[in-house]
């Protein structure tokens, strides 16, 4: 209990800090929002009005204090280029980014251990020179230039997918999440492959171990001992990392989004930067926050879980 009580107080302190920040960043930036939503019609008359209504005539402090005030009832005011309430706007997104990130994070999550645990049982052999190759190639590659190359490959040449033929899911759930599919995997891949080599490291340094011996000794089966024991232990670090790598699927997701099309948070984030549409952006960015700090605080509470040897700190 005490231990969740840290993370919580880290957790709003954490947010806090970077929302104010956010604000600060905006009001050193040069652009006027209402100037930008005027455009050829502004005049300094108008201007001052835009501004007086848009809440921009008053102070950082004072504007950073009502959005808080707003934010903790879930309310993040209007969108400047919108008008309509962000918590609106990024209640329709939100699903979308996180559809990509947690299909992103099963992909990873399968394919890290199924091949990790091959490599480590047959290393040495031509597949696993020929995996370790491939996944030097692939953690070198980041996602928009993956997704670019299945765009590509599957999307142009085989035509597995139509680029830019999205399905929404409040049309069709199933038609959605394929759609999803080659996204996915190019959020997922440069985590893959770090993911195998660590996990396979992992098992191969508790193969060595003196408990592994010792249970060889007693005349328990090699699958018994790798399964129940040494891949327990091994996946104790990896653990960490894939809650690590969620976060950076998260962003990986909001980039990917722009290769394929997605109408995401992405799509929203990038628009109103441009459209200098603070409470957009400020809203977005609290939300990967949140997302970060949450997350972080699953995988300390099943890293604790999955190593007792921790659970009393």
Do not use: C
């Amino acid at each position: 209990m005490k231990m969740i009580g840290k993370k919580l107080v880290s957790m709003i302190i954490t947010l806090l800090v970077i929302s104010f920040l956010v604000f600060l960043a905006f009001a050193v930036i040069p652009g006027d929002p209402a100037l930008h939503k005027l455009g050829t019609e502004a005049t300094p008359e108008k201007l001052q009005v835009l501004r007086e209504q848009m809440g921009l005539n008053k102070s950082l402090l004072i504007r950073y204090f009502n959005f808080l005030a707003g934010a903790i009832k879930g309310d993040f005011g209007t969108s400047y280029s919108y008008n309509m309430p962000v918590r609106s706007m990024i209640g329709e997104k939100l699903p979308v980014t996180l559809t990509l990130s947690v299909m992103s994070l099963i992909i990873m999550v399968a394919v890290s251990v199924l091949l990790g645990i091959y490599t480590s049982r047959h290393q040495g052999n031509w597949v696993d020179r020929f995996i370790y190759i491939v996944n030097q190639v692939i953690m070198s590659i980041p996602p928009f230039f993956g997704g670019i190359l299945l765009t590509l490959l599957f999307g142009f040449l085989l035509h597995w997918f139509t680029p830019g033929g999205y399905v929404s899911y409040k049309i069709s759930v199933p038609r959605f999440l394929g759609y999803l599919i080659f996204p996915s995997i190019a959020v997922a891949l440069p985590k893959t492959a770090m993911a195998v080599k660590l996990l396979r490291s992992s098992l191969m340094e508790e193969m060595k171990k003196d408990y592994v011996r010792t249970a060889y000794s007693r005349g328990n089966r090699t699958k018994g001992v790798y399964y129940h024991h040494v891949l327990k232990n091994a996946l104790i670090p990896v653990i960490t990392f894939w809650g690590m790598a969620f976060t950076d699927m998260m962003v990986g997701s909001i980039i990917v989004e722009q290769v394929f099309g997605i109408p995401g948070l992405g799509r929203i984030l990038l628009s109103s930067i441009s459209n200098r549409d603070y409470p957009v952006v400020v809203a977005v960015i609290l939300y990967l926050t949140l997302f970060i700090v949450v997350t972080n605080f699953i995988v300390d509470v099943i890293y604790r879980i999955v190593d007792p040897r921790i659970s009393g700190q």
